[in-house]
């Protein structure tokens, strides 16, 4: 009889590695297309998003606009400037304001799209229901240029919705230079721009969902509302977990090209966020190094963000992103 000769553990993981290369060359011949279609977002992600990258060291410089970021002139500061943004006259009120506009479009904007997907779903004409759709994306293609001009001439003293609010009873008056309108303005805006483009998320999830459920409970009784509580919610729980986490991640980052279109000296009291002051100073005044470590402080809070609201979301409703 013919002995069966024994392979070393070695032996193993060579061929076990042989293997693996193969398998994972099959698997880009078979989806080459696949991969040919991310080539250009891949290139587009490297090129402006990785390779500006080093730019992060004028955080820690003395920059000079037009000078090498590395080099024996280079004048390194350490944290002068991340101390100098923090400890700065400005800092408390750009918290504030971020923080502020952040929490309302949290409030109203994340939930707008939930609250319409589900209003959504209960139309049972067809053809009604995909125009309700169609013309809630709309506004998200028109450009924020446009939705800032529109505003400011519906809200100016003879604009139309400044002639409403004064058939309501309210005093004429021109609404932009109005700091305590400014967040329900701009919160507005914001909702009604992206409310029907975020619900696209959730209405395909809803329409995935199994309708057997539903006949289900139509057997046991349950009317709409109790079959959006107990089965549409739930069935799109772990989409609004992971968006929310997103979303809170962003807390810093609010709508600055809708301000910088809209505000006012006037307002800047309410109005001054972190992105238009890091702006004014940094593409007007020239000051790359302070406002860069603005950046780079603020990324620091969203990723610090982020990582609480998986955690969190992880426990409580075992959903996350890692």
């Known amino acids: 009889m013919l002995r069966r000769k024994k392979i070393g ?8 590695q042989i293997k693996r290369k193969h398998y994972g060359r099959g698997i880009i011949k078979e989806n080459i297309q696949i991969y040919a279609l991310m080539l250009p977002t891949l290139i587009l992600i490297f090129t402006f998003c990785y390779l500006p990258m080093y730019g992060v060291v004028i955080a ?20 002068k400037w991340f101390k100098q943004f923090v400890g700065g006259y400005y800092f408390r009120r ?41 013309i809630s994306y709309m506004p998200h293609f028109i450009s924020m240029v446009v939705v800032a001009g ?5 809200v100016d003293v003879n604009g139309m919705l400044t002639n409403f609010l004064t058939f ?5 008056q021109n609404w932009r230079v109005n700091s305590a309108a400014f967040p329900w303005v701009y919160t507005f805006t914001n909702v009604w721009k992206g409310f029907g483009f975020g619900s696209i998320l959730y209405c395909s999830v809803i329409s995935a969902i199994d309708p057997g459920l539903y006949e289900a409970a139509k057997l046991d009784g349950a009317n709409r509302w109790q079959q959006a509580w107990h089965i549409t919610l739930p069935g799109i729980k772990p989409v609004i977990a992971i968006k929310l986490i997103t979303t809170v991640g962003h807390i810093l ?19 001054d966020v972190i992105g238009t002051y890091t702006y004014r ?42």
Request: charged share 15%.
């Open 9 to 16: 553990n070695g032996e193993k993981e060579v061929k076990n």
């Open 60 to 79: 820690f410089q003395d920059y000079v606009p037009g000078s090498s970021f590395l080099g024996s002139g280079v004048k390194w500061v350490g944290l």
């Open 94 to 134: 750009l918290l504030k304001n971020t923080i502020t506009l952040s929490l309302m479009e949290l409030v109203f904007g994340f939930t707008a799209p939930i609250l319409f997907a589900l209003l959504l779903d209960q139309i049972r004409h067809v053809r009604f229901k995909k125009a309700v759709q169609t």
């Open 150 to 154: 529109m505003v400011i001439s519906f």
């Open 168 to 172: 309501l009873g309210l005093p004429r």
């Open 253 to 271: 980052s609010v709508n600055s090209d809708f301000i910088l279109l809209y505000y006012l000296p006037a307002t800047y009291d309410v109005a």
């Open 281 to 322: 100073l940094g593409i007007l005044e020239g000051q790359y190094s302070y406002t860069t470590a603005a950046g780079i402080f603020t990324s620091i809070i969203a990723f610090t963000l982020t990582y609480l609201a998986n955690k969190v979301s992880n426990r409580l409703a075992d959903v996350g992103l890692w």
